[in-house]
């Protein structure tokens, strides 16, 4: 039994490397695992899956590169393995449509998953970040299925330029916070363990990968963190036979 767990790609035409990297990754490694997990941000901006229906008509290549995404894990997923998709705070409106697709299932986050013989919590991770209110604030309103339900109303041209506004203003913002800010609030990690009654998590978001042992309702615990992936390098955890989370880098050149 080996389950693999991925995040932050940010998959987009802009990055070929990373995209062919990740295909050579799923065809090589992840062919034949009993399941996938891969949470959020796995592509750098979704503006719905209708983007799915501009095929080579989508002068950004976002579409193309979507339908070819789909269809290599949809041959993953009919070779026998799961696959789950999480949201991540870029493309927060993935849909069914893109899920079945690619032969995948949508999973809340958070989510509590059994592996390795344990309950696991998986989660984005951006929900940790508390002290980053504006963040929060932004976070809460585009989870809310009423804007987003406007938000896919509009014309497909006026989201690709939505989506754009979006990153630009997000870079600005983040340029001028505390390194702290954009990281996981300590106290809301051991908070959001408890309440779920696990002693380990498993996320992203935050690009910083690590493994941390902490303390939660007197017990010892641990914080997975996976990186995200760039041009000659990513990051996978491997949970195998039983055995405990594995983090570790991966040679994608």
């Not at 949809?74 to 799961?82: E, F, I, S, V």
């Not at 449509?97 to 999973?107: C, I, K, P």
């Not at 339900?149 to 509009?154: A, I, R």
Request: charged residues 25%; negative net charge.
């Amino acid at each position: 039994m080996t389950t693999l767990l991925i995040s932050d790609l940010h998959l987009h035409p802009g990055a070929p490397e990373i995209t062919e990297g990740f295909l050579k990754w799923l065809n090589e490694r992840a062919r034949g695992c009993d399941a996938l997990f891969i949470l959020g941000d796995f592509f750098e901006a979704w503006i719905g899956d209708d983007l799915l229906d501009l095929g080579e008509h989508d002068p950004t290549g976002n579409a193309a590169l979507a339908a070819r995404i789909a269809a290599a894990l949809k041959r993953l997923a009919d070779g026998g393995t799961a696959i789950y998709l999480m949201h991540g705070n870029r493309d927060f409106l993935l849909g069914e449509r893109f899920a079945s697709e690619a032969g995948a299932t949508l999973l809340p986050d958070p989510s509590v998953v059994a592996l390795g013989g344990q309950r696991v919590l998986l989660m984005h991770g951006d929900s940790l970040c508390t002290r980053d209110e504006a963040y929060q604030a932004f976070r809460a309103q585009a989870r809310n299925p009423l804007w987003q339900e406007q938000v896919l109303s509009m014309p497909i041209q006026d989201r690709i330029a939505l989506a754009r506004q979006l990153r630009d203003q997000s870079g600005e913002a983040n340029s001028n916070k505390a390194e702290d800010i954009m990281d996981v609030t300590p106290g809301e990690v051991v908070k959001v363990m408890a309440e779920h009654g696990v002693t380990t998590l498993i996320h992203g978001h935050t690009h910083r990968p690590a493994v941390h042992e902490i303390e939660v309702d007197g017990q010892p615990a641990k914080r997975f963190v996976l990186g995200d992936w760039q041009p000659d390098k990513g990051w996978e955890i491997v949970v195998e036979n039983g055995s405990e989370p594995r983090l570790q880098a991966l040679t994608l050149s």
